[in-house]
């Protein structure tokens, strides 16, 4: 028969990933499977960036935020080096800010030129200043994931398709296109996936096709301190943006884009839509270099709150479940990873009420 393990993890994403390393780091038998090969472009996690930041629209968000910056120091020790790199940041809207966390304040806009002189924010907008915004180094974070689970003594299977999962007398079984895994619980971390996966949810999750814009290195106007993290909440979509750091050049986006289907590889950003991200450059961050940059899409996976869902299913507390980064996840790895591996061990973290599975059963 096939050996029970501890725990079995579905998907490599940077949560599949994290939680897969904390489970290993705590001496847990632990095999992650990922349908595809590392490095992947097909889900969430790829590219070499992301923002980081404390300022969020509801302080049920800041123990997590906490949590996530603690986190990532906790892997920079592990690894010899930081993946998290402050820069500050500055996240416009309509009308009053709402943002808070950590040492986030509303900024008088006589003080935007001195926080970020390269940055242009839109007339009658209000803005927040994060001081502890920054980018990280995503690429060369999943990348240490996985490969210190591996060495923690996890096994990570690539290029195997789940099938299926069953839970039989606290046994949990996942069917594969190579074969059964058994354990004692089941991590969910499928990303884009999530639907296949929690099928009876399946109307709570939304995938969308999400583009981003990666401009040459080398220029001064879009290095901190002239340019730090933002955002600009316009009525297509929230933008965004992150400065040059890491040998990575900065890097805009709009938190908006149509419905997509996983099993269809993501189509690539159209010449008219890389205009479109170039000239919103343009307009933010006047004089940038757009041309030779590089445009790459991937895909969100969005809830009605856009929290994220992570804990145990309600009618399964053998299988967990951390899913639906809606956009702002990454930030969050080693936090999510360790709370996964909290749960597994049964250490009770009632501050993850607000991201339950529970909302999936009841607005679905």
């Not at 001496?27 to 490095?39: E, H, K, M, T, Y």
């Not at 689970?149 to 039989?168: F, I, M, N």
């Not at 999510?336 to 607000?354: I, S």
Request: charged share 20%; aromatic share 8%; with cysteine.
């Amino acid at each position: 028969m096939t050996p029970v393990r501890d725990v079995v993890v579905l998907g490599l994403g940077i949560h599949g990933s994290a939680t897969t390393y904390e489970l290993a780091r705590r001496g847990l038998d632990v095999v992650a499977v990922d349908r595809f090969a590392p490095g992947h472009a097909r889900g969430s996690s790829h590219g070499a960036t992301r923002m980081v930041r404390r300022a969020y629209p509801s302080p049920v968000w800041n123990d997590l935020v906490d949590r996530a910056y603690r986190g990532w120091d906790r892997w920079a020790a592990a690894a010899g080096a930081p993946f998290l790199h402050t820069t500050g940041g500055l996240y416009a809207h309509r009308g009053e800010p709402t943002l808070q966390g950590g040492s986030s304040l509303p900024v008088d806009r006589a003080d935007w030129s001195t926080l970020a002189p390269s940055l242009r924010l839109p007339e009658a907008y209000g803005a927040v200043h994060d001081p502890d915004a920054g980018v990280l180094e995503a690429a060369r974070a999943l990348a240490f994931a996985q490969s210190a689970a591996s060495a923690a003594g996890a096994e990570l299977r690539h290029g195997a398709t789940v099938q299926d999962w069953r839970v039989d007398d606290g046994v949990v079984t996942v069917r594969t296109d190579a074969g059964e895994l058994r354990a004692r619980r089941l991590v969910l971390a499928g990303g884009a996936w999530a639907s296949r996966l929690i099928p009876a949810a399946a109307g709570f999750f939304e995938v969308w096709r999400i583009l981003t814009l990666t401009v040459p290195t080398g220029q001064v106007l879009a290095q901190p301190p002239a340019l730090g993290c933002f955002s600009v909440d316009l009525p297509e979509g929230l933008v965004f943006g992150l400065p040059e750091a890491a040998g990575s050049g900065a890097k805009i986006g709009i938190d908006a884009g149509p419905v997509w289907d996983p099993e269809v590889p993501v189509a690539p950003p159209t010449r008219d839509e890389i205009a479109h991200l170039a000239d919103l450059f343009q307009r933010f961050v006047p004089g940038i270099t757009t041309d030779g940059g590089d445009a790459v899409a991937c895909l969100y996976t969005m809830t009605p709150d856009k929290r994220f869902v992570v804990g145990a299913l309600p009618d399964h507390p053998e299988v967990l479940v951390a899913a639906a980064c809606s956009g702002h996840g990454f930030k969050f790895g080693p936090a999510v990873g360790e709370a996964l591996a909290d749960l597994v061990q049964g250490v009770a973290r009632p501050d993850l009420e607000f991201l339950s599975p529970a909302r999936m059963v009841t607005t679905a």
